[in-house]
Structures are given as C-alpha cells and as structure tokens.
C-alpha cells in the first residue's frame, strides 16, 4: 500500500460521486446551503450520514477493483480459482467490510432517515477556538462489534467554522453511546493544547479522510511527513 499526500482544491475535499446530482442536491441541501447550527438534529444527522455513505462507498469502489485483479489473476493462471490465496481473501475481506458498514448505515441511519428521527444519533461536540482552521475531516472509524454483531462505529467530522475556530463532532447510535464515549474519553476529558494532541492521535491512527491546509503542511518538516505516513499505513489497513 503506498500512502501520501496529495493536493485537492477546497471545493473538492471529502466529496464524492455516491448520489446523482439531483438527490445529492436534495438530499443535502441543509448542510451544503446553510451554516451549520450545533442545535439543529438535522444537519448533525446529515452530516453524520455523508460520512457513512462515503466510506461505504470507498470500501465497496475498492472491493471491485480488488475482486476484478484477483479473477484476472485467476484467468492468467496466477492464482488458483478453486482454493484459497491472499487475492481471494483480500477480496472477501473488503466484502465483509462493505456489508458491515452497509449495515450500520442501514439500521441507524437508512431507517431513521426516512423516518425523520434525526435525534437518533447522538453527538459529543466541542470548539476549537482562538486558533485558524488548519484541518478538516469527515470519517467512519469502527470500535467493534454489539451483542447483536452490529458493527459500533462513530463518525467524526471536522469542520473549520470560521476563521478562528473549528468544531469537532463525533456522532454515533444512541444505543452505542456507552461504548463511544468510552473510546473518546481520552479526547474529551482533556482541554487545550492536550485535547488537540488526542484528537491528532485519532485522526492518523484510525482515519484516512482528513485535509490539512496547505500553509500548515509546508511547516512540517520531511522527518515528520514520513512519520505520519508510516503511522498511517500501519494503522488504516482496510485488508486486515
């Protein structure tokens, strides 16, 4: 797996073509036409949602390239077609990831969408203040597996408000509350220069959504660029 940075225009960063023009436009319209409000359960809801929807789409966009390499592989005679090799179980891996995400969505956030009970998924939040927005993020981390085999996952966006401060927001199932909480405590039981080191922690170790302003980025030095990116690859390995 080769990790790197690469440049995207702001307008570009975390979109994705998972809905046609029309629904996307309708479907988000709350979140892509108006500031965000922190005490407006829809937006959070939607903002959650866009989160889950892309990584199900990455995971799944992924699996096709994967299963497409491993049956070439198979018609070239690389691989065996009838008995186990790394292709073959690279391929159901994402498989199993593509549905359990699927599934997640589905039950917490497909239903409760149509439904309109936006106040279903719940949200830790705090501010970054007196400091220009450096980072965005828009992610799916996975914690586990509920007593029903239903994956416990959270979304974590990050979202520069205005030009000196950042919101944080992490949503996740209200019955996954107690887990979720648990796992971000760290994060949460801590203020200032503490909090955003926790938060920076998460973000390369179980993220692989997130933006880092250009100015910002020419500060680090080659050193540090190849730290994260070693620390990233070995944590955001979607075959395992």
Request: with cysteine; hydrophobic share 35%.
């Amino acid at each position: 797996m080769i990790i790197d940075f690469y440049q995207i225009g702001i307008n570009k960063a975390s979109t994705f073509p998972g809905f046609c023009p029309k629904h996307d436009s309708s479907l988000f319209n709350s979140i892509d036409n108006k500031p965000i409000s922190l005490d407006d359960p829809e937006q959070l809801f939607l903002l959650a949602y866009r989160a889950a929807t892309r990584e199900l789409h990455v995971l799944m966009e992924a699996f096709c390239r994967i299963q497409a390499l491993y049956e070439y592989q198979v018609s070239k005679e690389l691989v065996p077609g009838d008995s186990p090799s790394q292709s073959s179980l690279e391929a159901v891996n994402y498989s199993l990831n593509s549905w359990n995400v699927w599934r997640h969505r589905y039950k917490f956030y497909d239903l409760n969408l149509i439904d309109e009970r936006y106040n279903s998924i719940k949200h830790s939040i705090f501010t970054i203040f007196d400091c220009r927005p450096v980072i965005a993020a828009s992610s799916y981390i996975y914690i586990g597996t509920d007593s029903e085999r239903y994956p416990i996952s959270l979304i974590l966006n990050i979202i520069p408000h205005d030009q000196h401060s950042t919101l944080v927001i992490f949503s996740y199932p209200r019955q996954h509350s107690h887990h979720v909480r648990k796992f971000i405590s760290p994060i949460l039981k801590t203020n200032g220069a503490a909090r955003n080191s926790e938060l920076s922690r998460l973000l390369i170790g179980a993220t692989e959504n997130f933006f880092i302003s250009p100015e910002k980025f020419e500060k680090w030095s080659d050193s540090k660029k190849t730290n994260i990116k070693k620390i990233y690859a070995n944590f955001n390995d979607y075959s395992k």
